[in-house]
């Protein structure tokens, strides 16, 4: 039996499962920005449907 962790926190971080209300924080916050997406597995995005997108592949592959 596997068990998946769902949530983890502690006085200063709080790492949960990727949600679609999360896309507009991501877009703004980084999935945009050259300089940050240049370090990640994925292009920069051009506008939220492609964070939205992004995000779903993300979920749908979250219990693999």
């Known amino acids: 039996m596997e ?7 502690t006085e200063r971080c709080v790492l949960r499962k990727v949600s679609i209300e999360d896309a507009q924080a991501i877009f703004v916050s980084y999935a945009q920005d050259d300089e940050i997406v ?3 597995s994925w292009s920069t995005h051009q506008s939220i449907d492609d964070t939205i997108a992004f995000m779903y592949r993300c ?5 693999i």
């Open 38 to 40: 240049q370090y990640l």
């Open 59 to 63: 979920i749908d592959r979250w219990g």
């Open 3 to 9: 068990i998946m962790i769902e949530h983890i926190e």
